[in-house]
């Protein structure tokens, strides 16, 4: 699988790794064994780059991951999880003191001395302008509990400000065929600065694999039945903050695009993959296929310019006018 580089954090990651949200909770049931199948068949597709958080499962995505990494020794894989969602959203949380207590836990239940890179959970925009904040992330660098840190964002003004630090190494963010914001300033801004962009909620929490319609039901523990209007977090999160009925007619519109040879979902992550600036998309999987699937977008030649073209225009005529000033 091809390679690109979080230049701050100086590792590689294969382009198309595994959001291991789905492995935690809040995607309907998935058993232990069904996670473990996701994590296999994923790494030998060529995934090296996985990422995850203390608050998916309450450590159940992180603790599965573990067992993962002890079963594979000299896996060289580099797995990315978060903290700060565990407790209310406060700035005055992110402190040193909880910064070691958050790290001592995924340490844990990774079950490594130092963790790969660990990302802000999409705290506060207070947070970002306090610098204690990033001197306490550096003090974990300097204790080798972290060897790396990043953030996860909501906006793209939170992302700007992130990116001018000069300690954070990655940025992730929601970006897809729904929404093309982070194109305009993000994305040339975080490749000017080294800085590794993670590609998040890249199907629009499943809207753009094309298996759903009107009549599509999701499970009560599933978010996109309980958050579909922000309810338990930001509505952004949950089909992209796009209105189902208007993704759908927007997948409708591109499907006829998609040909032989691949899947919707594939020309969707394959578009990301095309974006300059992208270091990784982290799709979920639920099931071994899917993941397998997933990976192998990386071998499919990038979209034509007519297709990226039809995207974008897809992308302004149906979908711009209710997301592209939100976030």
Known sequence: MEQRSFGRLGRHAGIVGLGAWQLGADWGEVSESAAMD???AAVDSGVTFLDTADVYGDGRSERLIGRFLRERPGHGLTVATKMGRRVPQTPEAYTLDNFRAWTDRSRANLGVDTLDLVQLHCPPTAVFA???VFDALDTLVAERRIAGYGVS???CDQALTAIARPGVASVQIILNAVRLKPLDRVLPAASAAGVGIIARVPLASGLLSGRYDEHTTFPANDHRNFNRHGESF???ETF???DYDLGLAAVRRLSPLVGDGRTMAQFALRWIL???GVTVVIPGARDAEQARRNAATADLPPLTGAELAAVRETYD????PQVHDRW
């Open 38 to 40: 996701v994590l296999a």
């Open 130 to 132: 306090d610098d204690r």
């Open 153 to 155: 964002v909501e906006t």
């Open 234 to 236: 930001d509505v952004g």
């Open 240 to 242: 992209s903050g796009v």
């Open 274 to 276: 095309d974006q300059p």
């Open 317 to 320: 005529e149906l979908i711009r």
